[in-house]
């Protein structure tokens, strides 16, 4: 009775294990990674031979290695990533359909995060044992950079004036002292002899007279018209009427400033006879400054008008100014790779000079959220950027990426990588050589 029943129970389990005559097979390995066996030089890795013999450049014997091919579709997660669509100017929004960016309207652009794998690396155990990577979960974070720069106080252009001849005439006597004194609006200047204007004093007084004992329309006229032509000449009108009492005009004529500023450039002197349109004084109002700053290049498209700016400057320590860019050169310095950009400063004070250098930071914050890692986990060749990522304890594999900017130890990740990979950033260097040792990096999707 035993033995018939396990006979019968065998009898099922055979039965079981075909389905219309076809034997169903369970196999718990399905992808079988392929060992590659060739024969290269320790000197000359881009030799491979598939057989044992001598280097044909150094003549050393072939050492063997054994590669283990993993399959590039099923580099993350065992499992092909599938096609992502971001935005354009915003790289944090994707979708996984093709779609119009919800923040500006444009098109979303096409990512393929499983583009660019180049390299593999399988380590034995004999390796891991001296092997520490550490890695950094690929994630989203809010970027800000504090941008540096140089600069040097300047005087304003909008502030510069000048004190000039608007007739003919001879300098006579000189009230300001010399170069770097301070002017006022409507101080006195210099007296100055000029028949021109003597004679247009001269018919003020006549009209003026004239106008009083006639009271016409034309002689009010013609006052009006003598009167204006002083007033573009330079004179004022508490002069003209010091004239009328007097009944004539003096020989020197006093010439008043129009602004307020310092001597920059003294050009009058006594005896000197100037013509109209001529400086007597250059003046300049440091009560406002400009202060030119340069930008490197690599920040330049950061930069944008209205953004604050503090400075603080080499001659006055612990003292911060404050101002808006309000101007950014269009003409990038070919020779410094810098570009110019300027602020104005309140210097009621008077504690700027123009020459003064100092250094001013901007800090902007970066539009969205991007994907970021840590600057140590790039490995720049110069011409591409590669990172390692890691697939298990033993298996890491290289891809190109794209990066955008940096920012306190932190690089955007334009193109290359997903959320949530893991990004060796110590021990990276290590992978590398291991892969420049084993003929170098390969573009795995062709």
Known sequence: MIKLLILSLSLLVFSCQKQNGTEVKHDH??????????????????????KPGKCPICHMNLTKVEVENIDSGKMVNDKKVSILWRCENYTDVTSTVKDVCPIDGTDMVKVNPNIGIIGQVKLRKAQINHFNPDVFTVTKMKMSKNIRLLGTVLQSEEKESNISARVDGRVERVFIKSEGSYVQKDDPVLSYYSPKLITGGEEYILARKTYISKRTREFKELLGQSEKRLLLWGVRKEQMELWFKQGKVPNEIKIYSNASGIVQKKNAFKGKYFQEGQNFFDLIDLRQVWVEMDVYEQDSALIKIGQKVKLEFTALPGHYFEGNIDFINPILDSRSRTLKVRTTIN?????????????????????????????????????????????????????????????????????????????????NFLLDAQAQLFGGYEDFNK
């Open 29 to 50: 390995n399905p992808v079988k990674n392929k060992i590659e066996v060739y024969y290269t030089c320790s000197m000359h890795p881009q030799i491979r031979e598939p």
């Open 347 to 427: 210097n009621k004070l008077g504690k700027l000079m123009p020459g003064m250098v100092g250094e001013g930071y901007i800090n902007v914050s970066l539009k969205g959220l991007p994907l970021v890692i840590p600057r140590t986990g790039i490995v720049d060749t110069g011409k591409r950027k590669i990172v390692w990522l890691k697939k298990d304890n033993y298996s890491f594999f290289a891809k190109n990426i794209v990066t955008g900017f940096e920012s306190q130890g932190y690089v955007e990740i334009i193109e290359g990588l997903q959320e949530g990979d893991e990004v060796v950033i110590e021990g």
